[in-house]
């Protein structure tokens, strides 16, 4: 069975710090691009970080580029999400997100936020106070 289980969200002032992390199991960590998105209320869900199966290729949204920093660790099968300097803007919930094919790239993953024959956690909130 999939599971893929975000953690680490909360509520930080602006420009403060929080690492978010994902847990996967049942399916080859190590094979598949990930991600994590983003959605708040009443918008659409937007790409906040992708990276490759073994992380050395990653791409970033334009908000956040310079900021988050996305990492793996594929022995742990877990997925980071550094966040620095954090804004009101960045408050929403957090998704993770697998590829569920070896040949969907990280760029692809990230270029279609919308596309949901991926596996997805659950979500974690993260709350940005100005």
């Known amino acids: 069975q999939v599971q893929v289980v975000e953690s680490g969200g909360g509520v930080v002032q602006a420009g403060g710090s929080l690492r978010l992390s994902c847990t996967a199991s049942g399916f080859n960590f190590d094979d598949f691009a990930m991600g994590w998105f983003r959605q708040i209320p009443g918008k659409k869900r937007e790409a906040v970080a992708c990276?490759?199966?073994?992380?050395?290729?990653?791409f970033y949204g334009d908000s956040v580029q310079g900021r988050f920093t996305i990492s793996r660790d594929n022995a742990k099968k877990t997925l980071y999400l550094q966040m620095n300097n954090l804004k009101p803007e960045d408050t929403a919930e957090y998704y993770c997100?697998?590829?569920?094919?070896?040949?969907?790239?990280?760029?692809?993953?990230?270029?279609?936020?919308?596309?949901?024959?991926?596996?997805w956690g659950q979500g974690t909130q993260v709350t940005v106070s100005a």
């Open positions: 990276t490759s199966w073994n992380g050395a290729n990653s």
């Open positions: 997100a697998a590829s569920r094919d070896v040949l969907r790239t990280a760029y692809k993953l990230c270029s279609e936020p919308l596309y949901e024959d991926n596996y």
